[in-house]
């Protein structure tokens, strides 16, 4: 079993800790900063053996170096985006398995909101590392990538079993439900979720990670198919992916 440790840093970042017992491995995905990871390792007396970037933003590489330094670690990254992560070491991509002493996890391509975004699926664990690809009720913004492209990658995400957690990079749920409710107000499911998460912001609790169970049932960006949407943005004949682009459009300019 891998114990995982939520960090969180900057005004909405996480970075995650990855201990694997066995095999004396721990991995932290997308550090932002170091020096909460040096301190929550110095804690729990684990020593660094990978980092895991999902994608070059500053706020998922920006402690990669001094942590490097610190610990000796590996960096783990997209090979297509080796110019623009700092410290890589070792370039993967799609399919590519990553050993964490007796854990694995494989890497998913998922090009759109980076055109080097990668996620990280630890099968056994049903655990999904997605950085900015997938939100609680939201997805990344499509800074290097087209709506198409995009799309294509959270079906890759969909398709994964319901139970699978998704750990995204970002606290960023409550606002993106208020934008999902104006999606699809009629969606019972997401009414519910939009209660659970109001409590847990309130008790100052973390919203992530979710089960892709229920991003399926509330999430719109996953929710192309639903009539309720379609019925709104008067595209009840469009490809899903073309639906998708239009959600994401007007979210883009939702405040
Ligand atoms: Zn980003
Ligand atoms: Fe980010």
């Not at 804690?43 to 001094?66: F, Q």
Request: charge should be negative.
């Amino acid at each position: 079993m891998l114990e995982v440790v939520q960090i969180p840093v900057l005004h909405d970042n996480y970075i995650y800790l990855i201990h694997e017992p066995n095999g004396w491995a721990t991995a932290v995905i997308d550090p932002a900063v170091a020096e909460p990871v040096l301190q929550t390792l110095e804690e729990k007396g684990w020593k660094l053996t990978h980092i895991l970037n999902t994608h070059h933003h500053g706020d998922h590489v920006g402690g990669n170096i001094e942590l490097k330094r610190k610990t000796g670690c590996a960096v783990v990254a997209m090979a297509r985006d080796k110019e623009r992560i700092p410290g890589i070491d070792i370039e993967v991509s799609e399919g590519d398995i990553i050993g964490l002493g007796h854990a694995e996890a494989k890497v998913l391509d998922v090009p759109g909101h980076t055109s080097g975004h990668i996620a990280f699926w630890f099968a056994e664990e049903y655990a999904l590392f997605c950085g900015d690809t997938l939100f609680g009720l939201g997805c990344g913004r499509l800074f290097e990538g087209h709506a198409k492209e995009m799309w294509s990658s959270l079906e890759k995400i969909r398709a994964l079993p319901l139970s699978t957690r998704i750990y995204s990079a970002h606290e960023y749920t409550q606002a993106n439900g208020r934008f999902a409710l104006q999606m699809e107000p009629e969606n019972q499911a997401l009414q519910q979720r939009m209660e659970q998460i109001a409590k847990l912001r309130y008790l100052g609790l973390p919203t992530v990670p979710s089960l892709l169970e229920d991003e399926l049932a509330t999430n719109p960006f996953l929710r192309p198919h639903s009539p309720e949407i379609r019925r709104r943005l008067g595209l009840s004949k469009a490809a899903d992916w073309q639906v998708f682009a239009e959600i994401r459009h007007r979210k883009d300019s939702f405040t």
